[in-house]
């Protein structure tokens, strides 16, 4: 059970937005953004606040319980982006309104996030 300091505590660290597409709460107005086990529970994860981001609704879904996915580029299993551990900035970049992966672990994680579906796009570019 997350608490709701804790809850407020991760929205603020993560300022208001999420640690994966980087959609920031006001362009997402009917839909809040959660916090999220970076660890899944059923893989370990505990509630501890370095456990826990802020996700979007779509990062949250696509990611489920995964940790790992298929690197498009090298074909070999790879770990999901970790929000605490790592800089975002190392991992992806933006080309206009698409997110690309500089390193396999954001290839990866733009894959099994589906973060730049349709839906998404047109969030960007609204
Ligand atoms: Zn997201």
Known sequence: MIGSQIRTTVRERARDACEYCRL??????LSPLHVEHIIPK???GTDDID???LACIDCNLHKGTNLTGIDP???EVTEL??????EWKEHFEW???YLKGRTA??????RVLNINSEDQIALRSS
């Open 73 to 75: 580029q090298s074909n």
């Open 81 to 86: 982006f970790h929000p605490r551990r790592e």
């Open 105 to 110: 672990i954001g290839r990866t994680t733009i």
């Open 42 to 44: 059923v893989h370990g």
């Open 51 to 53: 456990n826990l981001a």
């Open 24 to 29: 920031h709460q006001d362009d997402s107005p």
């Open 95 to 97: 080309q206009g309104i």
